[in-house]
C-alpha cells in the first residue's frame, strides 16, 4: 500500500517498460524463428542423369524463394520497430545473409534451367566451336552444384567463397552459348524454310542426326502435309520415293541425292515433289481414261478436275451440258461400284474422286437449271476451276486467278461441298485476289478449319494449322510468318480472338507488311528486323468462335485488324446433305434415306438425352459414325 503513489506515480514509465519488455520479446523471437530457419531449412535435390554422370538440380525453387522473399519481409517490419536499436547487429547480419542467397537464388535458378536445356545438345558435340566454352562453364556449374548435393543447407551458399563472381561468369557465358545456338537454328532456318514450323528440339535432333536418314524420316510428317514416309535406294545414298501415311507410293522422277547438309537435300526433296507431280498431272491428262490404280490420288482428282472444266467450256459453247451430264452420272456410277475391297488405299481414292465427281454434277445441274449458255455467265463465273495451260496449271474463281503448287497432299480426306463451302470459298479467294486474308467466324464445329484446309488442298498448298491462345506472343507469330512466306505456305490460325489484345496490335503491324507485299508483288519484305524472301502463294488465315456467352477468352478485334480479313459467316452445315454424299460415297445405294434417318437420330438425341460435357451429337460425330458405316461394308 506505501509504494502504491509511488506506482501511480511512475505508472507512464512502467506502462513503457512493459510495452519495450514485450516488443523486445516480440523480436527475439522473430530473430529466434528466423535464426532456426537458417539452420535447418535445405534443398530439395533430385539427380540428373546424362552422359553417364549425375549432377544435383534444385527441384523445388518457388518455395524456397517464397520463404527468403517472407523473411526479408519480417526483417523489414522489425525494423520499423521502436525496439530495434538494442538488435541492431543481429538484423543487420541476418538481412545481409538473405540478400546474398537471394541474389544467389535468383541467379543458380536461371542458370539451371539454361544449363538442363543446353547440356544435352552441346553435351552431345553440336556446335563445335562453342564446345571449349560450354565445357569450362558446365565444370565450373557442376562443382558448385556436387557442393550443394554435399551440404543441402539453403544458407551454405554464403560460405562458398567467389559464389558471386562465379555465378555472374556461368550466366554470362551460357547467355553467349545459348545466343551462338540461337543464331545457328536461325541459319538452318533461313535455308529451309520448313525448320520455321518444328521446335528447337526437333531441329536439333534433325541436325544432329544429319548422317542418319533413317532418323529424319521420323520427322518428315512435320515438314510436309502429305509425305509420311521415304523410301532410299539399296546402299541408303538417295530417296527414290515418296509414301503417305495409307503406303500411297510416288516414285521420283529424279532422285535426290541425300549426301552433305541435311537443309540442302530436303530442299531438293520439296523441289522434286513438286516436278515430280507436274509431270504425273501431264501425263495424265493426256491420258484417254484414267488410270485411278497407278496415279496418286492427288493427281487423279486433280486430272479429273482439269477434263471437267474444259469439257464444261466446250458444252457450254456447243450448248451440250444434258449429254454432258449423263456421261459424268454414268462415269459416277462406275465408279461407286468399283470393286476395291480389301484394298483400304484404293478406297480411299474412289472415295476421293466420287466427292468430286459429286460436286461437279451439282454444278451441271445448276448450269442446265438457269439456261446457261456463255461462259461468262455469273453461274459458270463462280465455280472453282482448273485448267493445264501450257503445262501450267491455273485455277480459276470469280475474277481471281492462282497458280497449283504441287505440295503433295497424300491421301487426306475430301470435304463434302455444300453451298455454304462454295460461299466461303468465293469469298477467301476474291479476298486474296485483293490481298488481304480470309475470317471464317461462327460456332464450333461449323467447318471453319476444315474449309481453309480444303480450300488450300485444292490449291496445292501446303496449311498449317496453328492453335492461338494467351501464350503466343508477337515474337512467336513473326517467326511462324516468316516461315510461311518463305515457302508459300498457308497458315490458319484457330480461334485467333484468344489472343491477348496488345498482342494483337503488333501482330497486326507483321499482317499488314506480309500482306502488302504480296498485294504489291515485292520480292522481298523487313519483318522482326530480317529481309525475307516473299512467296506470293502464301496466306494468312484466321478462324474465330464469337466472343461471350459459352466461349470463355474471346475478345473483340480492333478495327484495324479486322480490316486485313475477309469475313465469312460459317451458319449451321446442312447435315442432312452433308450425310448422304458421305453414304453415296462409301458406297450405300440408299444415301438419301439412310441419311434422314441417322441427321434424326442425331437430332433427337440432342434434343431429348440429359445434357452431358461428353456427349458430342455435332457434325464431328456424325461423320465419325458414317465412316465407320463405311468401313463395315
Known amino acids: 500500500l506505501y509504494a502504491m503513489p509511488h506506482l501511480l506515480e511512475k505508472a507512464t514509465d512502467i506502462k513503457e517498460l512493459c510495452a519495450r519488455a514485450q516488443g523486445e520479446v516480440t523480436i527475439r523471437e522473430a530473430i529466434h524463428e528466423l535464426r532456426v530457419w537458417c539452420e535447418t531449412v535445405e534443398f530439395t535435390l533430385i539427380e540428373h542423369a546424362q552422359g553417364g554422370r549425375t549432377t544435383p538440380l534444385v527441384k523445388e525453387w518457388k ?84 557442393n550443394v548435393g554435399g551440404n543441402p543447407k539453403v544458407l551454405n551458399l554464403c560460405s562458398i567463397s567467389g559464389l558471386k563472381d562465379s555465378l555472374d561468369m556461368i550466366l554470362e557465358q551460357l547467355d553467349r552459348c545459348q545466343k551462338a545456338l540461337n543464331d545457328f537454328l536461325e541459319e538452318k532456318r533461313s535455308r529451309f524454310s520448313r525448320f520455321y514450323f518444328i521446335g528447337d528440339d526437333d531441329l536439333l535432333e534433325i541436325l544432329g542426326q544429319s548422317k542418319n536418314p533413317q532418323v529424319i524420316q521420323t520427322h518428315l510428317k512435320k515438314l510436309f502435309a502429305g509425305i509420311h514416309s521415304v523410301e532410299f535406294n539399296k546402299d541408303i545414298t538417295a530417296i527414290v520415293a515418296m509414301k503417305s501415311s495409307l503406303g500411297e507410293y510416288v516414285g521420283l522422277t529424279t532422285t535426290v541425292n541425300i549426301q552433305g547438309e541435311v537443309e540442302n537435300w530436303l530442299n531438293d526433296l520439296a523441289n522434286q515433289m513438286k516436278a515430280t507431280l507436274q509431270k504425273l498431272l501431264i501425263k495424265a491428262t493426256a491420258e484417254p481414261s484414267l488410270d485411278i490404280v497407278n496415279n496418286p490420288s492427288q493427281i487423279s482428282c486433280l486430272s479429273e478436275l482439269i477434263n471437267f472444266t474444259e469439257t464444261t467450256y ?85 475474277s481471281a486467278t492462282f497458280f497449283y503448287t504441287y505440295e503433295y497432299q497424300g491421301n487426306a480426306q475430301k470435304l463434302v461441298h455444300t453451298p455454304l463451302t462454295d460461299k466461303c470459298y468465293l469469298t477467301l479467294t476474291q479476298g486474296m485476289k485483293m490481298g488481304y486474308g480470309g475470317n471464317p467466324y461462327g460456332p464450333a464445329g461449323t467447318g471453319k478449319t ?183 461394308i
Not at 530495434?84 to 546474398?100: A, C, N, P, V, Y
Not at 439456261?371 to 476451276?385: E, G, I, M, R
Open 63 to 146: 518455395e524456397i524463394m517464397t520463404q527468403v522473399s517472407d523473411h526479408q519481409a519480417l526483417l523489414m517490419n522489425l525494423k520499423e520497430s521502436r525496439y530495434f536499436s538494442r538488435f541492431e547487429d543481429q538484423i543487420g547480419q541476418f538481412e545481409s545473409k538473405l540478400s546474398g542467397v537471394d541474389e544467389y537464388l535468383q541467379k543458380l535458378m536461371v542458370i539451371q534451367r539454361k544449363w538442363v536445356y543446353l547440356e544435352p545438345i552441346l553435351g552431345r558435340g553440336a556446335l563445335p566451336q562453342e564446345q571449349g566454352r560450354f565445357k569450362r562453364v558446365d565444370e565450373e556449374y557442376r562443382s558448385i552444384m556436387l
Open 314 to 398: 466446250s458444252c457450254i459453247a456447243k450448248n451440250k451440258l444434258p449429254q454432258f451430264k449423263s456421261e459424268v452420272q454414268k462415269k459416277l456410277d462406275s465408279y461407286v461400284v468399283f470393286n476395291a475391297v480389301g484394298n483400304v488405299l484404293l478406297q480411299n481414292k474412289v472415295k476421293a474422286l466420287v466427292l468430286d465427281i459429286i460436286h461437279n454434277l451439282e454444278t451441271l445441274d445448276t448450269l442446265i437449271k438457269n439456261s446457261v449458255t456463255n461462259a461468262n455467265s455469273w453461274h459458270w463465273f463462280k465455280q472453282l476451276k482448273f485448267r493445264l495451260q501450257e503445262e501450267i496449271c491455273n485455277i480459276y474463281m470469280g
Open 450 to 632: 476444315e474449309s481453309v484446309k480444303a480450300l488450300g488442298q485444292a490449291f496445292g498448298r501446303q496449311v498449317l494449322v496453328f492453335n492461338c491462345d494467351e501464350g503466343i506472343d508477337f515474337q512467336s507469330m513473326g517467326r511462324i510468318f516468316v516461315g510461311l512466306i518463305k515457302c508459300g505456305a498457308w497458315g490458319c490460325f484457330d480461334e485467333f480472338n484468344r489472343l491477348l489484345e496488345e498482342q494483337l496490335s503488333a501482330i497486326s503491324q507483321q499482317i499488314q507488311i506480309i500482306q502488302w507485299a504480296i498485294k504489291e508483288n515485292n520480292p522481298k519484305l523487313t519483318l522482326l528486323g530480317k529481309t525475307v524472301d516473299v512467296n506470293r502463294n502464301s496466306g494468312i488465315f484466321v478462324t474465330m468462335n464469337p466472343a461471350g456467352k459459352g466461349y470463355g477468352g474471346r475478345s473483340k478485334l480492333p478495327d484495324n485488324l479486322k480490316q486485313l480479313f475477309r469475313p465469312v459467316a460459317m451458319s449451321v452445315p446442312d447435315n442432312d446433305l452433308i450425310a448422304e454424299i458421305l453414304l453415296f460415297a462409301e458406297g450405300f445405294r440408299y444415301a438419301k434415306e439412310l441419311a434422314q434417318k441417322v441427321v434424326s437420330l442425331f437430332s433427337l438425341c440432342k434434343q431429348l438425352l440429359s445434357y452431358q460435357q461428353h456427349y458430342d451429337w455435332g457434325l464431328r460425330a456424325l461423320k465419325t459414325v458414317l465412316t465407320v458405316g463405311g468401313q463395315l
